[in-house]
């Protein structure tokens, strides 16, 4: 049995070794995949979800503030064991959930303004673009455009991949989630634009 456990619990405190504790002293065999838990709190881009949990498939006490190990955990395991999901609760109307919408970019003939969706560990910055939005403005591998973040503007070179590019050079490229992404080839973006999730990219189509 396998579990997925993915949070924003960093990995500077004993959070995750304690869910992973919880979760082996029910269920000893299961075996554990840490997705992520570099999350940055408050970004995920997903519903929240609700666990409304039966007592006997969570902790004796449950706090307030740490339902990853006393909810969640716990309701992981159970589940990893064979326990039916109907035991931990009843269903949730789907239309009760949350929901969270993916900002929507805006392409116009000379500019578009986009948003910063994801900073990854190398400082590679997701945008809500597709490659579509790039074709149909034209942006196709190779072309030039001008970047906007904040006060700073940079060029940059829309490419393929990595190879493409020189060290140092600026690029739009489509990463593995099929988003278009701002890079540096062999730097970091995000520290030289000072830009983190939900920053307003503007990209300029016409350039000198």
Do not use: W
């Not at 303004?113 to 190398?122: G, I, K, N, Q, S």
């Amino acid at each position: 049995m396998v579990i997925t456990f993915l949070s924003d619990f960093g990995l500077q405190d004993d959070f995750v070794g304690t869910c992973h504790g919880v979760i082996k002293r029910i269920a000893p065999d299961a075996e554990i995949i840490d997705i992520t838990h570099g999350i940055p709190p408050q970004q995920v881009l997903q519903g929240s979800l609700v666990l409304c949990a039966n007592p006997e498939y969570a902790l004796d006490m449950v706090s307030r503030t740490f339902h990853g190990r006393d909810l969640f955990a716990p309701a992981a395991a159970h589940l990893a064991l064979g326990v039916p999901l109907d035991d931990l609760g009843p269903p949730i109307d789907p239309q009760a959930l949350a929901r969270l919408d993916l900002p929507v970019p805006d392409v116009g003939q000379n500019r578009i303004r986009a948003t910063v969706l994801y900073v990854d560990h190398f400082g590679n910055m997701q945008l809500n673009l597709k490659r579509q939005h790039l074709e149909e403005a034209g942006v196709l591998p190779g072309v030039t455009v001008e970047l906007e973040l904040a006060l700073d503007r940079y060029y940059a070179v829309a490419a393929r991949t990595f190879a493409d590019a020189r060290p140092g050079d600026i690029i739009l490229y489509e990463d593995s989630y099929g988003n278009i992404a701002i890079a540096i080839s062999g730097g970091s973006a995000a520290a030289l634009f000072g830009a983190s999730a939900d920053a307003e990219v503007r990209i300029h189509l016409r350039t000198p």
